[in-house]
């Protein structure tokens, strides 16, 4: 049997190589002769750079950053293609996973901390500077990192804005011009939505990073005033900055990079051709992917969709595995899912513990799933 591991993360408790790992362990304890494939993916968010440099010849430069709090935290870069293109992970700096529950204020967190992880890579040679936006803990439009960068938002005394989204309110025009020696931007996402309204940054993922309702439509009005202050002064600014896709992302910095004359891609795109998961789905009998959480944010866009869907065009068995799952079998069928297996249900489902049990310990349920599937799929 020929097996393809292909895993996200699960956010919270394992990077996406731990998972797939104690996934193969439990395999290997029933069926030691079967053929895994291990090809740990992401979509951008935390855990981008550990799956590209386990699949990347490429060399990790360490650099020193801050939170979205300015406090000292350890970035890094990661430098292919002899030095020419640069790998980052916002999360590194701008994490929400970096600030405790009371911490969480996305009107005043600041992504300076990701513009300092830019500027590096840029400062070591790189052409191109790849991006990967997820999981952040801010809502500043890329503020903080435009600043960092050379380029600082003033209010109508001439003064600097103070670091956070809700400053923003107060953008009347910008001082400097980007330092990026001519680099390329891509911002690595795959989230669609745009920088402003509804389906904006503040209002879908505002409420995750701590923020109410009020808040959210400061934050959004904050954000209006600065896309119109970034189309205005900043030269190569796209037009309708508020309404691109993508712009959304990482609460505004995927704006920021079009701003900046950078373009989105799909992060998980970006990855599969990194890694060649193409090659290895033709290489094999089953694919299992998983996640924290399989919901109905799953199939649009996420890693499980896309690795579900080139299971499915290959004609290829697809099995989920997850923390909890509450996608409907036919949605997810449609999807290319074949079945999907719940942590929390493994350890006995969440009205007899089974939630606190998945947090817990998920390398230790992961393991079982993983002989399960064993079991039930080895010939």
């Known amino acids: 049997m020929r097996v393809l591991l292909c895993p996200d993360k699960f956010a919270g408790t394992l990077s996406a190589p731990e998972v797939a790992d104690a996934v193969a362990a439990g395999w290997r304890e029933v069926a030691p002769g079967d053929d895994l494939h291990v090809r740990p993916l992401s979509d951008g968010g935390p855990g981008f750079l550990d799956v590209l440099g386990d699949a990347l010849d490429g060399r990790r430069i360490p650099v020193p950053t801050v939170d979205p709090l300015g406090r000292p935290v350890a970035g890094e870069i990661l430098l292919t293609d002899g030095g020419t293109t640069a790998w980052l992970e916002s999360a590194q700096a701008c994490g929400l996973h970096l600030l405790d ?22 400062e070591a040679g790189a052409r191109t500077v790849v991006i990967g936006l997820g999981g ?39 001082d400097g011009a980007p330092r990026l020696r001519d680099a390329r931007l891509v911002a690595a996402t795959d989230v669609d939505n745009p920088l402003l309204g509804l389906h904006g940054a503040s209002n879908v993922f505002g409420p995750q990073k701590g923020a109410d309702r009020a808040d959210v439509l400061l934050l959004d009005a904050a954000l209006e005033r600065f896309a119109a202050v970034l189309e ?59 996640e924290g959480s399989f919901d109905h944010q799953s199939l ?19 099995v989920v595995l997850a923390g909890q799952v509450s996608t409907g079998r036919r949605e997810a069928g449609a999807a290319g899912v074949t079945d999907a297996y719940s942590l929390v249900e493994h350890f006995g489902g969440e009205e007899r513990g089974g939630l606190a049990a998945a947090l817990e310990r998920p390398a230790e349920g992961l393991r079982a799933l993983g002989a399960r599937l064993a079991r039930q799929w080895s010939r």
């Open 136 to 174: 952040s803990g801010t809502n500043d439009g890329g503020a903080g990192m435009l600043t960092a960068l050379g380029v600082t938002p003033l209010d109508d005394g001439g003064r600097a804005l103070p670091y956070g989204g809700a400053a923003l309110a107060a953008a009347v025009a910008l």
């Open 300 to 318: 649009r866009g996420k890693v499980v969709a896309g690795v579900a869907g080139a299971a499915r065009d290959r004609g290829l068995p697809c």
């Open 101 to 122: 529950a009371g911490e969480r204020d996305p009107k005043t967190t600041t992504s300076y901390g990701l513009g300092v992880l830019v500027a590096a890579a840029v």
């Open 232 to 290: 205005r002064d900043l030269p190569g600014c796209p037009d309708r900055l508020g309404a691109l896709p993508g712009g959304g992302a990482a609460g505004g910095l995927g704006a920021a990079v079009l701003a900046l004359g950078g373009h989105c891609e799909s992060g998980i795109g970006l990855v599969t051709r990194a890694i060649g998961l193409d090659a290895a789905l033709d290489a094999v009998d089953l694919v299992v992917t998983g």
